[in-house]
């Protein structure tokens, strides 16, 4: 049996970790409240079609449900617009490369970030490659879902 000091001891050091563990909790449900936290946009986009030398590049446009906003005094990041992940998988056997690149981005009068203008490009060898696949692009930053800005208007 321990002693009576230890046994005080581990009490306390188990009551500190339900308190940090609470604290903890406390704090995320607030920033869920208030809205504004690290949050993550996922898009997959297929892409088909024949791959040759040189990249083929298409344009689209992607509107997010969070609205991004430049928060570098608020976290350790000095990132003014969402970083972005860019990968890819491919639906038939031969290789090509898939990649994709932010052309521009979507914001509104306080230069809050609502979307991207993203170029897609392929490429292959100098053997002419038909595939078929899936870009995955992820958008991370500091935002809030756009359905919490309430009535006010976002203009493009």
């Known amino acids: ?37 690290e949050r993550d946009e996922q898009f997959v986009v297929g892409v088909s079609g024949v791959a040759e030398e040189f990249f083929s590049w298409e344009q689209l446009e992607l509107t997010f449900a969070t609205v991004f906003v430049d928060a570098t005094g608020q976290r350790d990041s000095p990132l003014t617009r969402p970083h972005i992940s860019v990968g890819s998988e491919l639906y038939t056997p031969i290789p090509v490369s898939i990649t994709a690149v932010v052309m521009g981005w979507k914001t509104n009068e306080r230069n809050e970030t609502l979307g991207a203008k993203v170029a897609i490009g392929v490429a292959s060898t100098d053997q002419a490659t038909k595939f078929k696949g899936a870009v995955h692009l992820g958008f991370q930053g500091f935002g809030q879902p756009l359905n919490t800005f309430g009535d006010e208007e976002l203009i493009p």
């Open 1 to 37: 049996m321990p002693e009576p000091g230890l046994q005080k001891l581990e009490r306390s050091i188990k009551q500190l970790r339900i308190g940090a563990v609470r604290d903890t909790q406390r704090i995320n449900q607030k920033a869920e409240a208030d809205g504004l936290i």
